[in-house]
């Protein structure tokens, strides 16, 4: 099999293509002939060896990512047959291995793919949209909301926008220049508002009731600092790198990473795969590179020159 490994912790170009031997599944599991495989911002600081999320540092050499979809081409001892050239979903959890054109995961994890709903989209779903079906719920989103979303031309905050939309509430985007703007207004932000325009701020409707933020610095403060009394400002990151400390009680901050989702990954990927199929919240894959242009990928997504999903494409032909 052909995959993307990194044999130390550092900068992008330690990402490089190998020529590996073939999975076996080992019993309850099934081998996915990966069509797609998912790229996280938390690959770059793994692979960086700067942060590991909810997860430990992996044992290197490693395969990185863990979103794969394509069409199961073997199973281990106890698995049904009948998974046998299904075209399947799955979050590979902790253990990476997502980067490459085969992967194994537990049957138990893998989830059988509608036919109208392609592979780089379910990817999305599996992960990102996950993601974005645990904010929605926790945060608890209401019709009467005003609501602020950050890197709102991102995969998740594409999600947060249709997902705020659907209840009635005012989606607010904020995104960087003039071409994420206005993939933020396609999915729904009004207003969609550029960050990197001087007094931005006041074209936020105000006060706004919710603020939905995965970037914290200085985005995150102008946001919270126009928050109505009442209102909340949810967490679920700090792309900024800095992570803002709030501290009026009358806007309490909910972090939602972590122990609140944890038990329950699993419904909120059904959740959002079912989401993804019936069109309630579509996720947008904006950025596609081949398997082998995992280093460039990563670069772009640190740059901040990616817009929604980055995914990557082995260049198995779907079945």
């Excluded at 600092?225 to 901050?253: C, E, F, I, K, M």
Aim: overall charge negative; proline content about 7%; aromatic content about 4%.
């Amino acid at each position: 099999m052909h995959a993307i490994r990194h044999h130390a912790f550092g900068p992008a170009d330690l990402l490089h293509l190998e020529q590996l031997p073939d999975l076996d599944p080992a019993p309850g599991q099934l081998r996915i002939a990966v069509e797609v495989a998912g790229v996280h911002l938390l690959d770059t600081s793994i692979r960086a060896g700067e942060s590991f999320g909810a997860g430990q540092a992996p044992e290197l050499p490693v395969v990185p990512g863990r979103e794969v979809a394509g069409t199961v081409d073997r199973v281990g001892d106890g698995v049904d047959e009948h998974w046998l050239g299904r075209r399947v979903v799955a979050h590979l959890g902790f253990a990476g291995g997502g980067y490459a054109d085969q992967a194994v995961v537990d049957a138990t994890r893998a989830h059988p793919l509608p036919d109208h709903l392609d592979a780089a989209t379910a990817v999305a779903a599996i992960g990102t949209g996950r993601t974005a079906a645990a904010i929605l719920e926790l945060s608890g989103v209401r019709a009467a909301d005003v609501v602020a979303v950050t890197s709102a031309a991102g995969g998740l905050g594409t999600l947060l926008l249709q997902g705020v939309r659907n209840v009635g509430a005012t989606p607010v985007g904020i995104a960087g220049g003039p071409d994420k703007v206005a993939i933020a207004a396609k999915h729904g932000a009004d207003p969609a508002l550029d960050r990197r325009t001087p007094g931005w701020v006041d074209g936020l409707p105000g006060p706004l009731t919710l603020v939905l933020d995965g970037v914290g610095g200085e985005v995150g403060q102008a946001l919270y600092d126009r928050l109505a009394t009442g209102g909340r400002l949810v967490r679920y990151g700090w792309a900024s790198g800095t992570q803002n400390a709030y501290d009026d009680p009358a806007r309490p901050v909910v972090d939602v990473l972590g122990p609140p989702i944890m038990s329950r990954l699993a419904e909120f990927e059904r959740a959002a795969l079912a989401a993804a199929a019936d069109g309630t919240r579509v996720p947008y894959v904006g950025t596609a590179f081949r398997l082998a242009e995992a280093a460039a990928a990563h670069r772009a997504l640190e740059a901040g020159a990616t817009t929604g999903k980055v995914v990557l494409l082995t260049g198995r032909a779907p079945r």
